[in-house]
């Protein structure tokens, strides 16, 4: 009711332009005569945000109002993306504002141009994060989204000589009109020193951590809308000195020293690491990771006592996602602040903790399973180090009582004694949870019977699967709005809120008019696309070849690499006048290699040194085109997929644990080529394998290739082709006469090839030629395309939701209508 006493905020077109107005003029000083980009952007955000808020607070309140359960998704990353847009779209108003605009002399487009993405991840799994923001808004499920709000996100990636370089992403620099601070949400956050432990005068075991420093951590709130009607919030801690502390206690009278300690607190939450499936080992992570981890049970502890609940209800009332082993410190610090500060029982807090929390894995990759050393993590986190010392003895006791061996006691142990002694994250993150998913069928499976198999065999019933999904109403309701409104004048807007609907497209596959309304769009974004790429790289592509695309983290798992030799074998057969099969092809790439990972920046090196070659020979740069997109984030992203014709997905088998990049091409239409990686299996059952071009070894063959001695060298020398292919790479002819530059990848591929290219090239080159012949009938294209879409509905990320719903978190969600 004090709700629906606030002024209300109309949706109109009229009422838009006047807030937008009045924004304008109160909050930034300006009349739209003088008005820079800037300003307009904001004004316009901040007439969006008044209205998502009122969503937020409504949901709040009806969620606060069933006392219902709440999932807290603890993550260090995300990637929302541009907010304007969306927000527009969720409000269902984006005509009103596009009119109200227009009545100014504005442009909508313009202005959305002018809004700086929070780059607060590094791919997949920030964006994955997002994505369940969304669906989990749209759906009604309570939860709040904590993380770390860094001052610098992922860098900005820039290519200069065909090398990346990077460059500080300065996201703030501008304000955010989307985030509100809370300084009255604030938690304190200790780091290092000692532990003192003793028996009290009531015969109580009590421990004290008696640290060397303490900063603090604020919240900033930003409203994530669901599709019309709900709304939560990403809350993230940012961190800062804490004043008293300083100023009067450790260095009185030396106020320099203090503002320094200020510095070094601020410094936590300056940047996000930019490594993704690769570890840093780094102390500022460990710190980063802790702070954010404690800030967030703190605050849900402090949510749970508010309503007047029990802490020993906790795991009633909360259900706490862990997003990979990133924030996995939190089962050893919900244990503490349970035991030494809320003087519970260990056996108790215990029993909450292990009730409380569900992990997802999102990789298989040994380099990035995450482990802290026992030094480092003993010397930040005393206590906690003890903490996890005593829930392994438990469970040692526990595996002891079953008859386990000491050979499977030492695998299944919290504590890695092989080399440096280090605590295993993913090990303390599945005996700390009640629920372990994967995010593909495939990858829960390899879960079960590889990472974990152990754990697998103790605790069957804990291990299940969450296939990944996407925000469809981003990934095509947003950013491919013709694709949209073609098919919700075929099928009605229903899709928005039940992507299955799309199946009702299934009828219309044959129907030329159909299709030929569907290419044209099709290539109408390609237009798009193609002048965006021009003014960012100054190479011009024609919007009617095919639109083959590669975009996703530069890896060697994901096998860019193999790519540029298709597009050097296509060079090399045009070059001896060997044009059968093949058509007018643009390869375009985008993605960010991490800063330290040498071969990935040479990939990088490497396909722009292929465009260099490709696009200016006069013999071929009609037929063929390659194209680097710097600084691929979600803004590009938007960009991208609608245009693409082919997605590439071609990691090898096993590797990728699901890809979210691969639903997002087929949701606008492309075609996969891929292998049976991650979710690709999944995606291929549901278009039918006729509309999905398979190619390479299974993950049983990959492994039995490997167990047999695999030797790259055999497929240089038996296949011709290739062996052209690699040796130019090393010929000098792409890289000024330097025969050297590129030696480092193919001494890679000939002597170890861990991912496989040489195996699987063949088959890849085979399968490319296929589907350019498929290209040239546009009939058969178009019926595959639309049946890509039609069958794509199961890969929304409401779909996710529900399914963590039911399988997980046991929470029914709580729409509100309005
Ligand atoms: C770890 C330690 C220190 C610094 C950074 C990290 C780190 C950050 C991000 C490690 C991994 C990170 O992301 C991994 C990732 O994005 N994985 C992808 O997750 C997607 C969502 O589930 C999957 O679709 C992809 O297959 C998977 O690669």
């Given at each position: 009711?004090?709700?629906?006493?606030?002024?209300k905020?109309?949706?109109?077109?009229e009422?838009?332009?006047?807030?937008?107005?009045?924004?304008?003029?109160?909050?930034?000083?300006?009349?739209?005569?003088?008005?820079?980009?800037?300003?307009?952007?904001?004004?316009?955000?901040?007439?969006?945000?008044?209205?998502?808020?009122?969503?937020?607070?409504?949901?709040?309140?009806?969620?606060?109002?069933?006392d219902?359960?709440?999932?807290?998704?603890?993550?260090?990353?995300?990637?929302?993306?541009?907010?304007?847009?969306?927000?527009?779209?969720n409000?269902?108003?984006?005509?009103?504002?596009?009119?109200?605009?227009?009545e100014?002399?504005l442009?909508?487009?313009?202005?959305?141009?002018?809004?700086?993405?929070?780059?607060?991840?590094n791919?997949?799994?920030?964006?994955?994060?997002?994505?369940?923001?969304?669906?989990?808004?749209?759906?009604?499920?309570?939860?709040i989204?904590?993380?770390?709000r860094?001052?610098?996100?992922?860098?900005?990636?820039?290519?200069?000589?065909?090398?990346?370089?990077?460059?500080?992403d300065?996201?703030?620099?501008?304000?955010?009109?989307?985030?509100?601070?809370?300084?009255?949400?604030?938690?304190?956050?200790k780091?290092?020193g000692?532990?003192?432990?003793?028996?009290d005068?009531?015969?109580?075991?009590?421990?004290?951590?008696?640290?060397?420093?303490?900063?603090?951590?604020?919240?900033?709130d930003?409203?994530i809308?669901?599709?019309?009607?709900n709304?939560?919030?990403?809350?993230?801690?940012?961190?800062?000195?804490?004043?008293?502390f300083?100023?009067?206690?450790?260095n009185?009278?030396?106020?320099?020293?203090?503002?320094?300690?200020?510095?070094?607190?601020?410094?936590?939450?300056?940047?996000?690491?930019?490594?993704?499936?690769?570890?840093s080992?780094?102390?500022l992570?460990?710190?980063?990771?802790?702070?954010?981890?404690?800030?967030?049970l703190?605050d849900?502890?402090?949510?749970?006592?508010?309503q007047?609940?029990?802490?020993?209800?906790l795991h009633?009332?909360f259900?706490?996602?862990?997003?990979?082993?990133?924030?996995?410190?939190?089962?050893?610090?919900?244990?503490?602040l349970?035991?030494d500060?809320?003087?519970?029982?260990?056996?108790?807090?215990?029993?909450?903790?292990?009730?409380?929390?569900?992990?997802?894995?999102?990789?298989?990759?040994?380099?990035a399973?995450?482990?802290?050393s026992?030094?480092?993590?003993?010397?930040?986190?005393?206590?906690?180090?003890?903490?996890?010392?005593?829930?392994?003895?438990?469970?040692?006791?526990?595996l002891?009582?079953?008859?386990?061996?000491?050979?499977?006691?030492?695998?299944?142990?919290l504590?890695d004694?092989?080399?440096?002694?280090?605590?295993?994250?993913?090990?303390?993150?599945t005996?700390?949870?009640?629920?372990?998913?994967?995010v593909s069928a495939?990858?829960?499976?390899?879960?079960?019977?590889?990472?974990?198999?152990?754990?697998?065999?103790?605790?069957?019933?804990?291990?299940?699967?969450?296939?990944?999904?996407v925000?469809?109403?981003?990934?095509?309701?947003?950013s491919?709005?013709?694709l949209?409104?073609?098919?919700?004048?075929k099928i009605g807007?229903?899709?928005?809120?039940?992507?299955m609907?799309?199946?009702?497209?299934?009828?219309?596959?044959?129907?030329?008019?159909?299709?030929?309304?569907?290419?044209e769009?099709?290539l109408q974004?390609?237009?798009?696309?193609a002048?965006?790429?021009?003014?960012?790289?100054?190479?011009?592509?024609d919007?009617?070849?095919?639109?083959?695309?590669?975009?996703?983290?530069?890896?060697?798992?994901?096998?860019q690499?193999?790519?540029?030799?298709?597009?050097?074998?296509?060079?090399?057969?045009?070059?001896?006048?060997?044009?059968?099969?093949?058509?007018?092809?643009?390869?375009?790439?985008?993605?960010k290699?991490?800063?330290?990972?040498?071969?990935a920046?040479?990939?990088?090196?490497?396909?722009?040194?292929?465009g260099?070659?490709?696009?200016?020979d006069?013999?071929?740069k009609?037929?063929?085109?390659?194209?680097?997109?710097?600084?691929?984030?979600?803004?590009?992203?938007?960009?991208?997929?609608?245009?693409?014709?082919l997605?590439?997905?071609?990691?090898?088998?096993g590797?990728?644990?699901?890809?979210?990049?691969?639903?997002?091409?087929?949701?606008?239409?492309?075609?996969?080529?891929g292998?049976?990686?991650?979710a690709?299996?999944?995606?291929?059952?549901?278009?039918?394998?006729?509309?999905?071009?398979?190619?390479?070894?299974?993950?049983e063959?990959?492994?039995?290739?490997?167990?047999?001695?695999?030797?790259?060298?055999?497929?240089?020398?038996?296949?011709?082709?290739?062996?052209?292919?690699l040796?130019?790479l090393?010929?000098?002819?792409?890289s000024?006469?330097?025969?050297?530059?590129?030696?480092?990848?193919y001494n890679?591929l000939?002597?170890?090839?861990?991912?496989q290219?040489?195996?699987d090239?063949?088959?890849?080159?085979?399968k490319?030629?296929?589907?350019h012949?498929v290209?040239?009938?546009?009939?058969?294209?178009?019926?595959?395309?639309?049946?890509?879409?039609?069958?794509?509905?199961?890969?929304?990320?409401?779909r996710?939701?529900k399914?963590y719903c039911?399988?997980?978190?046991?929470?029914?969600?709580?729409?509100?209508?309005?």
């Open positions: 009711s004090q709700i629906e006493n606030t002024e905020i109309g949706f109109s077109k009422e838009i332009k006047a807030s937008f107005l009045k924004k304008l003029f109160y909050n930034l000083g300006r009349v739209p005569q003088v008005a820079t980009e800037n300003d307009l952007y904001k004004a316009l955000a901040l007439t969006v945000r008044d209205r998502a808020f009122r969503q937020f607070v409504r949901s709040t309140a009806e969620f606060a109002q069933k219902a359960r709440a999932v807290a998704y603890l993550s260090a990353e995300y990637l929302p993306g541009p907010h304007l847009g969306k927000n527009l779209l409000l269902e108003i984006t005509d009103e504002t596009r009119e109200a605009l227009k100014l002399d442009d909508l487009d313009e202005i959305l141009r002018e809004e700086v993405e929070p780059g607060l991840g791919g997949g799994l920030g964006r994955l994060a997002s994505c369940y923001m969304d669906s989990m808004a749209t759906l009604g499920v309570p939860a989204g904590y993380g770390i860094y001052e610098f996100g992922i860098f900005n990636q820039n290519i200069k000589n065909g090398w990346q370089s990077e460059e500080t300065l996201w703030l620099h501008y304000g955010n009109p989307w985030e509100v601070v809370r300084p009255e949400i604030a938690y304190e956050i780091f290092g000692r532990t003192e432990h003793w028996v005068e009531n015969d109580k075991y009590q421990v004290e951590w008696i640290p060397d420093s303490e900063l603090k951590g604020t919240a900033y930003t409203p809308l669901g599709y019309q009607s709304g939560i919030i990403m809350r993230l801690w940012k961190a800062e000195a804490i004043e008293s300083d100023f009067s206690v450790y009185v009278g030396d106020y320099y020293k203090a503002v320094e300690k200020k510095m070094r607190s601020e410094n936590l939450t300056k940047v996000l690491y930019p490594n993704d499936e690769n570890l080992g780094k102390e992570r460990l710190k980063q990771q802790y702070f954010f981890v404690s800030c967030s703190q849900i502890i402090r949510l749970q006592l508010m007047g609940r029990k802490l020993e209800d009633k009332k259900t706490i996602q862990l997003n990979d082993t990133h924030p996995s410190i939190a089962v050893a610090e919900l244990m503490r349970l035991v500060e809320h003087q519970m029982e260990w056996v108790d807090a215990w029993n909450i903790t292990k009730n409380t929390f569900a992990y997802t894995n999102h990789t298989l990759l040994p380099e399973l995450e482990r802290w026992v030094g480092l993590l003993g010397r930040l986190l005393p206590r906690h180090l003890e903490i996890i010392y005593e829930i392994n003895n438990r469970f040692l006791n526990e002891k009582e079953r008859n386990y061996n000491g050979e499977q006691m030492a695998r299944m142990s504590i004694e092989s080399g440096e002694t280090s605590v295993r994250m993913a090990h303390l993150a005996v700390g949870s009640y629920k372990v998913n994967g495939l990858h829960s499976g390899l879960l079960k019977k590889q990472v974990l198999n152990d754990f697998a065999d103790l605790w069957p019933e804990k291990f299940t699967n969450v296939t990944n999904g925000d469809h109403r981003r990934f095509l309701g947003v491919n709005p013709r949209s409104e073609l098919i919700s004048k807007k229903h899709w928005l809120t039940d992507l609907q799309l199946h009702q497209l299934e009828k219309f596959s044959d129907d030329k008019t159909f299709q030929k309304k569907w290419m769009i099709k974004n390609k237009k798009e696309l002048a965006h790429m021009e003014e960012r790289t100054g190479i011009s592509v919007p009617k070849m095919l639109f083959d695309v590669h975009v996703k983290r530069i890896h060697e798992y994901k096998r690499h193999l790519k540029v030799l298709h597009i050097l074998s296509l060079y090399k057969r045009l070059k001896n006048g060997d044009d059968k099969n093949i058509v007018p092809t643009a390869f375009i790439f985008g993605g290699a991490a800063p330290g990972y040498f071969m920046k040479l990939i990088i090196k490497l396909i722009n040194s292929v260099d070659l490709v696009n200016n006069e013999q071929v009609d037929r063929l085109k390659v194209v680097f997109l710097p600084n691929f984030n979600v803004k590009q992203a938007q960009v991208v997929y609608p245009a693409a014709d997605s590439e997905q071609i990691s090898l088998a590797k990728e644990a699901s890809g979210t990049g691969n639903m997002k091409f087929a949701l606008n239409g492309a075609l996969t080529v292998t049976l990686d991650g690709n299996v999944e995606i291929r059952e549901e278009v039918g394998d006729e509309n999905f071009f398979l190619f390479g070894q299974s993950t063959e990959v492994q039995k290739t490997r167990a047999e001695g695999y030797r790259p060298y055999k497929y240089y020398e038996q296949n011709e082709e290739l062996r052209e292919v040796d130019l090393i010929s000098g002819e792409l000024d006469g330097d025969k050297e530059l590129f030696r480092p990848l890679n000939l002597q170890q090839d861990p991912y290219l040489l195996k090239y063949q088959s890849y080159i085979d490319q030629e296929e589907i012949k290209w040239s009938k546009p009939g058969e294209w178009a019926k595959k395309s639309i049946l890509n879409v039609a069958n794509i509905g199961k890969f929304s990320s409401d996710s939701i399914d039911t399988t997980i978190w046991k929470i029914d969600p709580v729409r509100v209508e309005d």
